[in-house]
């Protein structure tokens, strides 16, 4: 049985990262899937699905506010969505396949990656 006050904190952080993916984006999946990996009982596939479900209604959540606050970019809209539709696709298709330990490792080494990248651009080394 999880002590109550973990159960809060891991539904605090669910929700800051939800709100933080909404934002900004960046790593948000891999943030999530972390707290998932420590809450859940349940294999990586199954929280990589319920991570997903969060971050797609974070998503959309963002999406209406954005669309109703800002102008849009509407030459952007069709192909981002036909991305999403491709890799939202495809994503859980490869993730049963898989071994988790492998998705693992390059989740892990993909968000290094973004890191740096970040990191970069934004101290223009």
């Known amino acids: 049985m999880t002590p109550k006050w973990m159960t809060a904190l891991a539904w605090l952080g669910i929700f800051l990262v939800g709100a933080y993916t909404g934002y ?52 952007y809209v069709l192909p981002l969505g036909i991305g999403f539709l491709i890799g939202g696709s495809l994503g859980p298709r490869i993730v049963r396949h898989l071994p988790a330990r492998l998705l693992k490792i390059v989740i892990g080494i993909g968000a290094l990656g973004l890191a740096a990248s970040l990191f970069k651009s934004a101290y223009g080394l």
């Open 24 to 75: 900004f984006g960046a790593a948000g999946g891999v943030l999530m899937l972390s707290i998932l990996s420590f809450t859940s009982a349940a294999p990586f596939v199954v929280y990589n699905a319920q991570k997903n479900l969060a971050l797609g209604l974070a998503n959309i959540v963002s999406a209406v506010v954005y669309g109703l606050q800002t102008p849009i970019q509407w030459r």
